[in-house]
């Protein structure tokens, strides 16, 4: 194998890595929201608003970190997505109520909008046209085993712990992760 093969390869790891841990926590949020509103005592529809921060937070400010990525760098753009990610994850766990876990669930989620708006582009960047296409569905399957296997790990963390584990579990994987990212992008 050549070296631009392994380092590609090694791309391609740290993109979908990064795309399966904010899909596994994605997708386990859903399932701890009973957990979480019991825990905060809320209502479970206030309770929603854990979900639903994170997906308007990342929805709103995709275009605009993909347009930062286009004129700063976006590996660097990813890379402090992943730092804020963890940030985000970190305060979620330790959140003493509501509003901090909302706090934490929007840093996360501008976390997450900055690895999704930079990924492809960093595809884009690193590998030519004729690889680009197996690169972004190599990166796509990490996405899809994130979203899928969210709700059994996800379920199997809060069955044997507090619901606090599905944030606190992205910090170990995620400094792995992002020693990666810097040794490679």
Do not use: C
């Not at 890595?17 to 957990?35: D, E, M, Q, R």
């Not at 059994?152 to 606090?164: C, E």
């Amino acid at each position: 194998m050549d070296s631009s093969r392994g380092k590609n390869l090694s791309i391609i790891f740290v993109l979908g890595l990064f795309s399966l841990l904010t899909a596994l926590s994605g997708s386990s949020t859903n399932l701890a929201i009973p957990k979480i509103a019991v825990s905060m005592d809320i209502s479970s529809s206030m309770a929603t608003w854990i979900v639903q921060i994170g997906l308007i937070t990342t929805a709103i400010l995709l275009v605009m970190f993909g347009h930062i990525g286009d004129i700063l760098s976006k590996d660097a753009v990813f890379l402090a997505g992943g730092i804020a990610f963890l940030i985000g994850s970190a305060i979620t766990g330790f959140a003493p109520d509501f509003v901090i876990i909302l706090i934490g669930r929007v840093i996360q989620a501008i976390g997450s909008a900055m690895i999704m708006a930079n990924s492809m582009g960093i595809v884009t960047e690193y590998f030519p046209d004729k690889r680009r296409a197996e690169a972004l569905a190599m990166i796509s399957m990490f996405i899809s085993v994130g979203s899928i296997s969210g709700p059994g790990i996800g379920g199997f963390i809060i069955s044997v712990a507090s619901w606090r584990w599905i944030y606190w579990i992205n910090i170990p994987f995620g400094i792995v992760i992002l020693w990666l990212g810097f040794k490679f992008l």
